[in-house]
């Protein structure tokens, strides 16, 4: 995978002293990352390389930038960091809450399963409301969340 680095220092050894290229020069910041359209599932994927490698902080960025450009599978993603705390991002059960309704808003079944879990026990700040937990696992649910369903069977079972 080529990074703007790899890319810099391959331009600069090609083009060796026309453009005063140096190793000890500082490269020019990378571009703005753009994870908008088409680009977004790529953003996302690459966030889940970084995460599986241990650069939490570095899927946080990437999965973040895919959330504000609306694919949620990011934001459900960051999500999922930002609950448990990983690596170096610190743990922020607002924001995950936060993250997680996003997702849902737009029918993420997965952002619906955890967001329904977390009203269901009160976990993440949300307030403990079963009716509320019951109506997000059920659409979690048909969105084909195995563990949604799992869970619905047992409120359903327990006479909730």
């Known amino acids: 995978m080529y990074t703007f680095e790899k890319s810099l220092m391959v331009l600069c050894l090609v083009i060796a002293g026309s453009l005063g290229c140096q190793k000890d020069e500082a490269a020019p910041a990378p571009p703005a990352l753009n ?7 790529t953003c996302v994927l690459e966030g889940v390389v ?3 490698a241990g650069d939490y902080a570095g899927a946080m960025v990437l999965y ?3 959330c504000e450009a609306n694919v949620v599978d990011g934001c459900v993603m960051a999500a999922n960091i930002l609950r448990y705390g990983l690596g170096a991002v610190p743990m ?4 995950a ?3 997680y309704q996003m997702g849902c ?5 997965g952002g619906c399963y955890h967001l329904g879990v977390a009203h269901r026990t009160g ?10 937990a019951r109506t997000l696992l059920s659409k979690a649910c048909d969105g084909k969340e195995t563990g949604a369903c799992e ?10």
Request: hydrophobic letters at 30%; aromatic letters at 2%; one cysteine or more.
């Open 92 to 95: 922020d059960e607002a924001r």
């Open 64 to 66: 973040e930038a895919t």
């Open 105 to 109: 808003e737009v029918n993420h079944s």
């Open 151 to 160: 869970d619905l069977a047992d409120l359903r079972k327990n006479g909730r």
């Open 35 to 41: 994870c908008a359209g088409d680009l977004g599932r």
């Open 97 to 99: 809450l936060g993250y």
């Open 123 to 132: 976990a993440l700040g949300a307030a403990k409301d079963i009716h509320r």
């Open 50 to 52: 970084k995460q599986n």
